[in-house]
C-alpha cells in the first residue's frame, strides 16, 4: 500500500450546526438518490453492452458523466473546465486532492480511472469504482508487462485511462513528486506509436472565509466526516479541471523524464505558488 501524505498542519474541519445538518439532510437525499439510482441505470444497460461490445462502452460513461455533474449541482459546488480533452488514444494524469476529484474528472470527460488494487476492497468506493470500470493494479514494477497488455487492452477498446501518478492525496495546495514507475508501461513498443498523455489539474477554491484546503481529504481523515463538512457548507467554492496540451510518450524514451514532464504541467495550473 502506498503511504498517505501528511501536511504539517492538521486540517481544520468547521463545526456542522443547525443550519448546516439541515443541509446535509437536503443534498444527502437527493444525491444518494443520484449516485445509487445511476448506477443501477447503469447496472441494467452493461447487461446489454456487455455481451454485444465486450470492453468497450459505447453507452453507459455517458451515465456516469451525468450523475457527476448533477452531483456538483446538488452539492452547490461550482465546476468549470479550462483547455480541450483529448480525443484520440491515450491516457490522463492529474493531481489527487480529494473523493471529490472522482466527480470532477468524470463530468468533463468520460475516463476510466487505474487504481491501486485495495481500492477495489474498499465499502462502497470499491464496488462504484468497479462497476464504472476502474483498471486495478498493483504498482511493482516487475508487473510491468502485465500492465502493458492491461493498458493495451482497454486502449484498443477506446477508453481514455487516468491515473493519480503521486500516488496518494494531498490538501489541494501542492502537485507531489509524480511516481515514474507506471510510465514504464507507456514506453513499451506495443504502447508506443502515437501515444498521448494529456496532463490535467484539479484545482479546488474553498469557500470564503474557510481553511483553503477545505476541499482536501488527505492523511488520516475520514472519508464520513470530510462528505458531512462538505455538504454542510452553506456557501460552496469552486472546482476547475485543466486539460493542457497532450504530450507524446515517442518524445520521452526514459519513464523518469516523462514523470517530471508532465508533473510540471500539471502544477503550472495552479496559480498560486508550489510548496
Not at 460513461?61 to 452547490?76: D, S
Not at 488520516?220 to 497532450?246: C, W
Request: glycine share 10%; aromatic share 10%; hydrophobic share 45%.
Amino acid at each position: 500500500m502506498s503511504p498517505t501524505w501528511q501536511s504539517a498542519e492538521p486540517p481544520v474541519m468547521p463545526r456542522i450546526g443547525l443550519t448546516g445538518c439541515v443541509l446535509v439532510v437536503l443534498r444527502a437525499l437527493p444525491l444518494i438518490i443520484l449516485v445509487f439510482g445511476g448506477l443501477l441505470v447503469l447496472l441494467t444497460l452493461r447487461l446489454v453492452e456487455r455481451p454485444v461490445f465486450g470492453l468497450r462502452r459505447p453507452v453507459t460513461p455517458f451515465v456516469t458523466q451525468f450523475v457527476c455533474r448533477n452531483a456538483f449541482r446538488i452539492i452547490g459546488i461550482r465546476w468549470r473546465t479550462r483547455g480541450r480533452p483529448l480525443d484520440g488514444p491515450g491516457a490522463m494524469v492529474a493531481n489527487h486532492s480529494s473523493w471529490l476529484d472522482i466527480f470532477a474528472l468524470n463530468a468533463g470527460k468520460r475516463v476510466y480511472f487505474v487504481a491501486k488494487d485495495e481500492v477495489a476492497g474498499w465499502p462502497g468506493i470499491g464496488w462504484l469504482a468497479r462497476a464504472t470500470g476502474t483498471v486495478f493494479i498493483r504498482r511493482n514494477p516487475r508487473e510491468a508487462r502485465e500492465h502493458v497488455e492491461v493498458f493495451r487492452a482497454r486502449l484498443a477498446a477506446g477508453h481514455h485511462l487516468l491515473f493519480f501518478p503521486e500516488g496518494t492525496s494531498t490538501d489541494g495546495q501542492r502537485v507531489l513528486p509524480f511516481k515514474p514507475t507506471l510510465f514504464a508501461a507507456f514506453l513499451d513498443d506495443a504502447l508506443l506509436g502515437s501515444l498521448q498523455i494529456q496532463p490535467v489539474t484539479v484545482d479546488y477554491t474553498a469557500p470564503v472565509g474557510v481553511d483553503p484546503r477545505f476541499y482536501g481529504w488527505w492523511g488520516d481523515m475520514g472519508f464520513g466526516p470530510h462528505l458531512l463538512s462538505v455538504l454542510a457548507r452553506f456557501r460552496q467554492g469552486s472546482v476547475t479541471v485543466i486539460y493542457h496540451p497532450p504530450v507524446r510518450v515517442a518524445d520521452h524514451a526514459d519513464r523518469k523524464v516523462l514523470a517530471q514532464v508532465l508533473q510540471a504541467a500539471v502544477a503550472s495550473g495552479f496559480d498560486r505558488g508550489q510548496s
